[in-house]
């Protein structure tokens, strides 16, 4: 079932990417590339999980339960230097110049295989960092002192719009 759904996956991003040759415009999928995102219920809380697809080492993650929802984002840069393991900083870079800085933000350093280092950060995103990430398309990103180009940009950009929800602002009440 697993492998199903990476081909699957594989269409969507091939048939997202696809341009019409006579006018050079990006062809609409045939489906919903939302259907993509794995929605899963916790059998002993209830609690519903969407999980994006794995998109240039990014994906989103929502869980919901009765009143609460929690919203991350999750990044990932493989690279064979060791850094060492105190490491903080994250930007994302918007294709208009606009970026999410954030200095103070712990990455995770873990093994991985083949000789490679896993720089992560998994972080809640705030309501303008949402905005963002569901209007504006990334181009990359950096962890600490390890950056990442991204081509796919867009197609992060709508998985963003699905699985991401902007909160709802209080209305201020006239005195």
């Not at 990014?58 to 609460?68: A, D, G, L, N, V």
């Amino acid at each position: 079932m697993k492998y199903l759904y990476l081909i699957l996956l594989l269409f969507a991003v091939n048939s997202y990417a696809q341009t019409d040759s006579t006018s050079n415009n990006i062809v609409q999928p045939q489906e919903d590339l939302c259907l993509y995102v794995v929605e899963e219920t916790d059998k002993f809380t209830g609690e519903i999980s969407y999980n994006s697809p794995y998109i240039e080492n990014i994906s989103f993650i929502k869980y919901k339960s009765k009143s609460i929802t929690r919203q991350y984002v999750s990044l990932s840069i493989y690279d064979t230097y060791l850094s060492g393991y105190d490491n903080n900083g994250l930007i994302i870079l918007f294709k208009s110049g606009k970026k999410i800085s954030r200095a103070n933000e712990k990455i995770d350093v873990n093994y991985s295989t083949g000789g490679n280092w896993n720089y992560s950060a998994f972080f809640t995103p705030t309501a303008s960092e949402i905005n963002l990430l569901k209007s504006e398309e990334i181009i990359g990103f950096k962890l600490y002192i390890f950056n990442s180009d991204l081509t796919g940009g867009n197609l992060i950009k709508t998985y963003a719009n699905c699985v991401l929800v902007s909160p709802k602002v209080p209305v201020k009440k006239k005195k």
